[in-house]
């Protein structure tokens, strides 16, 4: 066991991401500590990755999914504990809807994308492993790489499950940085690289759809990675936390909750 005291501090998919899209944002979620509540589609997210990996943790031993119904349920009173634990945040418009009602709405949607993981995704994965963490040493580093795996499965594939408002499409797997680092993880734990990658995304329009995206990663793939890595530690030892580029998608009241109090943002 490493003493607490040698390990290192650690960067995620999700912090590099951050900090590539707006340093301002890490710097506020990461160094001042200011955690601004999920969101609706986030607590949707993250309550339909609770019903599967509930599911899925069961699977490994019992090789049968669970009832649909059960991970229904699960998935919508996730939204109760996520309540209690995180809180959540409205925007403006949902605001004039009301929370009662937007909370409704948002459980009923979880219901039927939970519904859909059940019917279409689940039958198709075998897992041998779930939720599983991995930390990668980088040599010469002021940090460690520290993720989380969705699942990994009898073809030794690597899988990810989203939630979606639209359709992906191919680039999304293949530019993916997130999915350079499980397979990257999964090489380095395992000391050969997994079959392939896997996406399910799970759909949420007016007709529900799941979609399955293959990829996989070459030595390309993780020079890229540790570029952008190194680009990242060396932006951070000196400071420099860069807001938004201007018209980016990302600096508005919609996608960041920082927006109101941020300093580059205009009102």
């Known amino acids: 066991m490493i003493e607490k005291s040698k390990i290192r501090p650690h960067l995620s998919p999700s912090q590099i991401s951050t900090y590539l899209r707006c340093g301002e944002m890490w710097r506020r979620r990461y160094i001042e500590g ?4 999920p969101g609706i589609a986030l607590i949707k997210g993250r309550s339909i990755h609770t019903g599967a990996e509930i599911n899925h943790r069961q699977k490994i031993e019992s090789h049968r999914d669970m009832k649909k119904k059960d991970i229904i349920e699960i998935s919508v009173n996730d939204v109760e504990t996520i309540k209690a634990e995180d809180g959540y945040s409205l925007t403006e418009e949902e605001q004039g809807i009301g929370a009662a009602k937007v909370l409704g709405q948002a459980k009923d949607r979880i219901a039927v994308i939970a519904g859909l993981y059940m019917e279409e995704v689940a039958p198709t994965i075998q897992p041998v492993l779930v939720e599983e963490t991995f930390r990668i040493e980088l ?4 940090h460690d790489l520290l993720g989380r795996i969705d699942y990994c499965d009898d073809q030794q594939r690597v899988g990810d499950i989203k939630t979606a408002s639209k359709s992906k ?4 797997i293949d530019n993916s940085d997130q999915m350079t680092f499980y ?10 690289p997994p079959a392939g990658l896997r996406m ?8 529900p759809a799941a979609q399955f995206l293959t990829s996989t990663r070459d030595e390309q793939d993780y020079e890229i990675l540790i570029n952008k890595i190194n680009a990242v530690l060396a932006g951070l030892k000196a400071g420099i936390f860069l807001p938004a580029p201007e018209n980016s ?4 009241k ?11 943002f205009r009102k």
């Open 34 to 37: 200011e955690i601004i509540p």
């Open 139 to 142: 040599p010469g580093g002021s």
């Open 169 to 172: 499409n191919q680039a999304d």
């Open 183 to 192: 397979h990257l993880a999964y090489q380095s734990r395992f000391g050969h």
């Open 200 to 207: 399910d995304v799970l759909v949420d329009k007016k007709v």
């Open 249 to 252: 998608w990302i600096c508005s």
């Open 254 to 264: 919609k996608f960041c909750g920082y927006a109101p109090s941020c300093r580059f």
